[in-house]
């Protein structure tokens, strides 16, 4: 019996302790889950930090540029414009800072053979000298186009010789220089419709010839590479332009940008071609205009040029504009436009922007975040779906109304993650131009641990909102970006156009 009492005593307890070994493997029930919650971390707010100038440029339309030529050179940029009697050059550190004197640094009459209009000068460095290219009107009424050299990019330019470089028995204007990467030098033109007439119109053609490398002279023939010929092109008439050529090369294809139009005109505007080879005839695309003016408070942008940022990841577009209506007095007024190639090997330009955009990148020491990072859109809301897409905020383009965005709710986010922890300074954050889509403030959440909130937008459509992270703790690294967007009043849409991350300066 105590034998029997023992035995049942035993399993008693065993079977206590198996409940005991149960109930602690499952505390909350007996369907094997866990209803207690980890409290989610409460997000630290920051403030935002001081909106630095120093980030900044903006087409003011007030300095006067005509046919503008950009040169970075040794940390400065020297600024080249069409000056009549005489060229002259600006210089600055920043692009946001142009001073309003410049330095003389060539008479025509030092020339001998030019009289008046001297036009469009560019100025290259070319082993270890720096070479511009002009045209001027001759005794004999006709352009011809010269090169003179100096050891500076602002010094006295002295001419290769007491002759025009290129003088043929018609006018020839807006010469420009391409220096390939095999080692050759061509030269593109404009065929002045002054003394070119095709079809009963006068014609300005744009042409192209290969140099000597020491500019000693042409080798072979001109080739005729562009044409006045789509219906944009066409806009002026009896008199019709293809002028302002410039080409450079890219993934391996050849890029011409010129303009089309009388330059004083509402249809003044740039268009492109492509070819394979640096002298054919260029090919253009259905539309090949980038470039218009927005026929509100900008006209006529033309006669440009390239400008490779600092750290030579982005390309720029230098060119000139006009205010509406055209102001024939006070001239033309520089612009500066980021420029973007697509994955299919289109152009596009940011503008005529007309608001603040970030410096070039590695200008003053700040880069842009071009790669690295993957980003994904939640809430999103788009009455046109193809027009909407987290790719757009990083395509380069903020200057949109209702395409190439990113289309919220309210709530919305995007948010980005990098692959490698990076030390950011600011994100500038563009809303499209139209009211209705702009949202009405934007909170900013850094590594899902501090948040800078109603970040709102100034009421001049176009401008970004700044959200500088000088607020982090010291040595802060950024992992991820989310930016939370709000509606406006009355809007049905929140959205964004563009994303800059800048880095931290380097020291």
């Not at 740039?270 to 640096?278: H, K, L, N």
């Not at 309210?410 to 499209?432: C, F, K, N, R």
């Not at 948040?451 to 176009?462: E, H, K, M, Q, V």
Request: charged fraction near 20%.
């Amino acid at each position: 019996m105590n034998q029997f009492r023992q035995t049942a005593a035993a399993v008693l307890l065993a079977a206590l302790l198996l409940l005991a070994g149960c109930g602690t493997q499952n505390p909350t029930g007996t369907d094997g889950t866990d209803d207690t919650q980890t409290p989610e971390a409460e997000l630290v707010e920051i403030k935002n930090g001081v909106d630095r100038p120093g980030y900044y440029y903006e087409n003011n339309l007030t300095d006067k540029a005509a046919d503008p030529f950009i040169l970075y050179a040794d940390d400065t940029y020297y600024l080249y414009c069409t000056g009549g009697s005489r060229f002259s050059v600006r210089q600055t550190k920043y692009l946001n800072a142009w001073p309003s004197e410049s330095k003389t640094i060539l008479q025509l009459s030092s020339l001998g053979w030019a009289r008046e209009k001297g036009w469009a000068p560019e100025v290259y460095a070319y082993e270890g000298k720096y070479y511009m290219i002009f045209s001027a009107q001759g005794y004999n009424d006709l352009h011809a186009i010269d090169i003179a050299v100096c050891d500076t990019p602002d010094g006295t330019f002295k001419p290769l010789s007491s002759t025009p470089f290129f003088a043929p028995t018609y006018s020839v204007i807006d010469g420009s220089l391409f220096f390939d990467d095999d080692g050759r030098i061509y030269m593109y033109y404009s065929k002045d419709n002054s003394t070119n007439t095709i079809g009963g119109k006068r014609t300005s053609q744009t042409y192209g010839i290969e140099l000597e490398k020491d500019f000693s002279g042409v080798i072979g023939e001109p080739v005729l590479i562009s044409t006045p010929e789509q219906e944009w092109e066409l806009k002026s008439g009896s008199v019709v332009w293809n002028e302002g050529p410039v080409v450079f090369k890219e993934n391996g294809v050849y890029y011409l940008l010129y303009s089309a139009n009388y330059y004083v005109s509402e249809h003044y505007a740039v268009g492109y071609a492509t070819s394979d080879t640096p002298l054919a005839k260029f090919e253009k695309p259905d539309n090949a205009r980038i470039l218009r003016g927005n026929g509100e408070t900008v006209t006529g942008p033309g006669h440009c040029n390239i400008l490779r940022s600092p750290d030579g990841s982005e390309l720029y577009m230098v060119y000139h504009v006009h205010t509406v209506p055209p102001d024939t007095k006070n001239g033309r007024s520089l612009a500066i436009d980021r420029m973007v190639i697509r994955a299919d090997g289109s152009i596009a330009v940011d503008g005529p922007s007309e608001t603040r955009r970030p410096l070039p990148s590695g200008a003053n020491g700040y880069r842009h975040v071009h790669d690295g990072f993957t980003a994904t859109g939640e809430g999103e809301k788009a009455e046109f779906a193809s027009f909407s897409s987290v790719d757009f905020l990083f395509d380069g383009i903020a200057k949109t109304s209702f395409e190439n965005i990113y289309s919220m709710d309210e709530g919305g986010s995007v948010t980005i993650t990098l692959d490698t922890p990076t030390a950011l300074t600011s994100l500038m954050l563009y809303a499209p131009s139209l009211a209705e889509y702009v949202p009405a403030t934007v909170d900013v959440e850094i590594n899902g641990k501090y948040i800078l909130r109603g970040l709102a937008f100034s009421s001049r459509l176009g401008s970004p909102v700044t959200a500088t992270l000088s607020g982090l703790p010291e040595g802060t690294a950024v992992e991820s970006v989310k930016v939370i967007a709000h509606l406006a009043d009355g809007n049905e849409y929140a959205a964004l156009s563009e994303i800059v991350m800048v880095t931290a300066r380097e020291k």
